[in-house]
T-cell receptor
Framework: GQNIDQPTEMTATEGAIVQINCTYQ??????LFWYQQHAGEAPTFLSY????GLEEKGRFSSFLSRSKGYSYLLLKELQMKDSASYLC???????????FGAGTQVVVTP | DVKVTQSSRYLVKRTGEKVFLECVQD?????MFWYRQDPGLGLRLIYF???????EKGDIPEGYSVSREKKERFSLILESASTNQTSMYLC???????????FGDGTRLSIL
């Protein structure tokens, strides 16, 4: 079966750093996506990792270790607008099917 | 910018009704997807389509069907709506395998 685990909720202070972990056990692996979803809105794409290592994109970075079945999303210099749900999703086959984790709700406090 | 448009943001229907949810994308993407999103369960794939008139079941296809007569439009059909189909429904489209899926704003469907 498919299993993607991420914490349910994390709280951090404005200006701080938060790391959201995602572990996965899936039947196939063609890459891992991170999405951001504000309440009542569509998920929006943040990052894609297919090779091991760190990808940096402004305040957001994403890391992948395929041998460990592990990824994390790092949010730096947190802003109030970063309060959202963050979704980890594994691309499991060549058709483009994504398996999603349940999402991590990040709450940024002043 | 990719635009994925879902026909309704909110919809209320009655048990037993046939319900149509429409999705249109404007980027000539070949792949389109329908998900439902429930608290604590994340997004679950209902059906997807990799070309016109082609469809594949996702993880939870029971009680649903789909139609893709034109490349830009992908419809989700609830043949006989039931209360356990009350959910947020999200449509997405994608260009190539390693490209991200682009999502519509979702339809919050309530079945009474």
């Amino acid at each position: 079966g498919q299993n993607i685990d991420q914490p349910t909720e994390m709280t951090a202070t404005e200006g701080a750093i938060v790391q959201i972990n995602c572990t996965y056990q899936t039947s196939g692996f063609n890459g891992l996506f991170w999405y951001q979803q504000h309440a009542g809105e569509a998920p929006t794409f943040l990052s894609y990792n297919v090779l091991d290592g760190l990808e940096e994109k402004g305040r957001f970075s994403s890391f992948l270790s395929r041998s460990k079945g592990y990824s994390y999303l790092l949010l730096k210099e947190l802003q109030m607008k970063d309060s959202a749900s963050y979704l980890c999703a594994v691309l499991t086959d060549s058709w483009g099917k994504l398996q999603f984790g349940a999402g991590t709700q990040v709450v940024v406090t002043p | 910018d990719v635009k994925v448009t879902q026909s309704s943001r909110y919809l209320v229907k009655r048990t037993g009704e046939k319900v149509f949810l429409e999705c249109v994308q404007d980027m000539d993407h070949e792949n389109m997807f329908w998900y439902r999103q429930d608290p604590g369960l994340g997004l679950r794939l209902i059906y997807f389509s990799y070309d016109v008139k082609m469809k594949e079941k996702g993880d939870i296809p029971e009680g649903y069907s789909v139609s893709r007569e034109k490349k830009e439009r992908f419809s989700l059909i609830l043949e006989s709506a039931s209360t356990n189909q009350t959910s947020m429904y999200l449509c997405a489209s994608r260009d190539r395998l390693n490209q991200p899926q682009h999502f519509g704003d979702g339809t919050r469907l309530s079945i009474l």
